[in-house]
């Protein structure tokens, strides 16, 4: 089961245009983080919010959670090539069985030039 | 410093054997979170361990196992694989349990197995 779903799945742009990548869940939870993942590589914390309706901007790139912690959207601003990668939205848990990463399954982003 | 090392970066298993991945995390860092990753299910949580201890551990069948060591390296094992056990295993390395917050994880570049 999947606990968070991310779309659209694949997304392929042209240099230049902005778009929006979208994280949902019916869960809640205490915060949320952004992973960019390149072939052959791990992936690469980009963020993590943790208040609700909290908004973090870095350079391009604009991320959003949802006021009841539940969703997060990624906005990139004049995407570049180098942008190209996997997205990944990872939902923190923390209960008393312990500590764990809820992943999507990712945003596949190609943005040509 | 040096970041995650993960080995082998490459395997090629037969249904049935077993394997053992190895996860080398950033010095000083004492959890260490297995991931599995494929096309069908993206990232899933296998395990944590911080401190040679397990602390939390995902949906997955009794065949996959892990441990940690005294010096925070970290092993895990899948036992009778199975053709569906083909994926990207990724270790995470952070420098407290996730639990303690928003604590970066640091991954490394993964295992790729195949089980033929």
């Known amino acids: 089961t999947q606990l968070l779903e991310q779309s659209p799945q694949f997304l392929s742009i042209q240099e230049g245009e902005n778009l929006t990548v979208y994280c949902n869940s019916s869960?809640?939870?205490?915060?949320l983080q952004w992973y960019r993942q390149e072939p052959g590589e791990g992936p690469v914390l980009l963020v993590t919010v943790v208040t609700g309706g909290e908004v973090k901007k870095l350079k391009r790139l604009t991320f959003q959670f949802g006021d009841a912690r539940k969703d997060s959207s990624l906005h990139i601003t004049a995407a570049q090539p180098g942008d190209t990668g996997l997205y990944l939205c990872a939902g923190v848990t923390n209960s008393n069985s312990g500590y764990a990463l809820n992943f999507g399954k990712g945003t596949s982003l190609l943005v040509t030039p | 410093k040096a970041g995650v090392t993960q080995t082998p970066r490459y395997l090629i298993k037969t249904r049935g054997q077993q394997v053992t991945l190895s996860c080398s995390p950033i010095?000083?860092?004492?959890?260490v979170s297995w991931y599995q990753q494929t096309p069908g299910q993206g990232l899933q949580f296998l395990f944590e361990y911080f401190s040679e201890t397990q602390r939390n551990k995902g949906n997955f069948p009794g065949r996959f196992s892990g441990r940690q060591f005294s010096n925070s390296r970290s092993e895990m094992n899948v036992s009778t694989l199975e053709l569906g056990d083909s994926a990207l295993y990724l270790c995470a390395s952070s420098l407290h349990s996730q639990g303690q917050g928003n604590t970066e994880a640091f991954f490394g570049q993964g295992t790729r197995l195949t089980v033929v």
């Open positions: 869960s809640v939870f205490s915060s």
């Open positions: 010095s000083g860092h004492r959890s």
